[in-house]
């Protein structure tokens, strides 16, 4: 058991450095964006980037996601043939609908302007954007490779020397075109990932074995595409109640709101991103390879929950308390509304920590149709209660509704969950959610009152919460060297204050 929690944190630790760096590296790229265009140029940033993320989402058709399931199986069965094929099946697939879909976004380019801006004129930058649409469905195509082969490492180092290119490139093309360079911006990501993915790729160890013929691959296509389209659908989901929730909140407040949405949006997804893609990159291929065993399931996401929120909850209250701070330093004082939004969005994050394990039991079962009315009634929720909420609250619709969504995926979720494999939260992992839960509650509460009361609260419980953290942590993985003397320390400590 301590093996497990020790492949947990040893993937978080690589993933969460690598996404601590990205964090540095993608707030000073928002900061300069922020600085020089304020929250219009932020808000249409946000929109671009949405509408990137829909298309490729519907024009991947989900094989990325059944690719690593597909890979991971075959690679965990020690299959060298099989594994080729999967390989072969999953990029060749991925080529021809990077290239479809990046077409097809051009051709409908003056459709989509329309919709999302209501502009015709805007139908060039939006064209341009098919670039990013390919470029996105062909790089997820390789970061499914990689991860179903356990090539964690090689997915960090894409991740933070991707960042830095795209940065780079996306700072000096804001510094010297302005707003126009906003397009430029949402294209350079996808493109160094994608580039950098190639390279990791064309190093990964070559098959001995024969080309796959076209009957094999063909039989590879049909699992992909059966399933790949119900998850894409589910995909698709949460992109989409993103995209409507942005195109009310430039409707109904214009961009300048929008761009305080997509601030907060931004900090909210960037701190737990580590979180998350932790899950993803090492837990799902875990789970799918035990799916059938329903003990062991229920097991391995409460160690995974209860991973999750030790190394989340102390990150989540601190940033509570110093909400006000981190928008002043991270954007500029234009940007004060987003505080509001930022806190409901942290209230949300913490059910979204919890949810998210159950989540991917049922995509690791291969429950496609259970996972896609989960996502899509959630999403449902965001949608509706934002349209209910803007006109009576304004922006601090988009944050509670970001907190409705997940406590309405968490209760589907988890029903599901009980449904297909029996699964219980255990006492430790209830305690460890309600009790961050109550605190953080206490400190949005707090803040009503007296702001620096709300600061101090919430730093002092972000110190508990650390100090309780690491010594479960070290406890539990039976860690040794410079942890398992630190956790001492804290055990001490915590002795001599109570």
Known sequence: MASTYRQILKTSSIIGGASFLNILIGLFRIKVVAVLLGPAGVGLLGIFNNVVAFASTLAGLGVGNIGTRQVAEAAGGGDARQLQIARRALLLATLLLAVLGGIGFWLLRAQIATLVLR??????????????VALTIAAASQNALLNGMRRIGDLARISVVSAVVSTAVAVAAVWWLGRDAIVIVVIATPLAGFIL?????????????????????????????????????AGLAPVAGQLMVRVLVQRELGMDALGHFQAAWVISMTYIGFILRAMGTDYY???TAVIGDG?????????????ALLLASPVLLAMLAVAPWVIQLLYSSAFVESVDVLRWQILGDFVKIASWPLGYI????????????SEWGAAAVFVGLTAVLLPVIGISATGVSFLGLYLAHLAIVYWLAVRRTGFRWSAKVGLLFLSGTFTALLVVGVSFISGWASIALGLIASLGFGIYAIVSLSEAAELSGPPAKFAALARRLVRRVF
């Open 119 to 132: 502009d015709p004129a805007a139908s060039t930058d939006i064209g341009w954007l098919a670039i990013g």
């Open 285 to 287: 291929p875990r789970l």
């Open 362 to 373: 049922l995509l690791a079962s291969g429950a496609g149709k259970t996972y896609l009315v």
């Open 197 to 233: 993915g190639h390279w990791y790729v064309a190093r990964l160890p070559k098959s001995a074995a024969s080309a796959p013929a076209l009957g094999e691959l063909s039989h590879q296509w049909r699992t992909l595409l059966r399933l790949g389209v119900i998850f894409m659908a």
């Open 295 to 307: 003990a062991l399931v229920n097991r391995m996401a409460n160690e995974q929950t209860e991973v």
